[in-house]
């Protein structure tokens, strides 16, 4: 896990996170006014995109990083490189970066068994002046996954 600057990052992870930044303003975030943005660089080198899209059932609230997923899977796209974060208060920037929550760690986590290699997970601030990047594995180290489950995921793989 390392911080880095904006400009130090290569053309496709500052076109990700760009893309992420977009589509943060797309969250449908009535009752926490909080804006989230993920961008998917599937292994395809499609980018998709999600926002966070929350419900007057608090817990059917649906964040960017998983709405992203679920978008990319209708697409039947399964296998990704990276993945982007970014978020704002509704009139301030944020001062940290936003990581992704538990369980969309845990979504990431089984997307990146799919994928063929380790998931990069940049986490930026609404400015892009504080960037964090770290690997999936990182983030949920000890994972519970399909191979505790003795599931083997060949035929999920997507395109
Ligand atoms: N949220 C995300 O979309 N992703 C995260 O990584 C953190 C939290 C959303 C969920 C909810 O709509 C709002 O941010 C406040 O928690």
Do not use: W
């Amino acid at each position: 896990m390392y911080n880095i600057d904006y400009l130090h990052l290569d053309h496709a992870q500052q076109r990700l996170l760009d893309a992420a930044a977009k589509a943060m303003e797309t969250a449908y975030n009535p009752y926490s006014s909080f804006y989230v943005g993920a961008a998917l660089l599937a292994q395809n080198g499609k980018i998709i995109t999600g926002a966070n899209v929350e419900n007057a059932a608090y817990g059917s609230c649906i964040c960017a990083e998983r709405s992203a997923l679920v978008r990319a899977n209708a697409m039947n796209i399964r296998r990704f490189e990276k993945v982007t974060v970014i978020a704002r208060a509704v009139d301030a920037p944020t001062s940290e970066v936003t990581a992704p929550c538990g369980g969309c760690r845990q979504m990431l986590y089984e997307a990146a068994q799919l994928s063929d290699k380790d998931l990069e997970v940049i986490m930026s601030t609404t400015k892009k002046d504080k960037i964090v990047i770290a690997k999936m594995s990182e983030l949920l180290p000890l994972a519970s996954g399909p191979k505790d489950l003795g599931i083997n995921l060949a035929q999920y793989r997507g395109k």
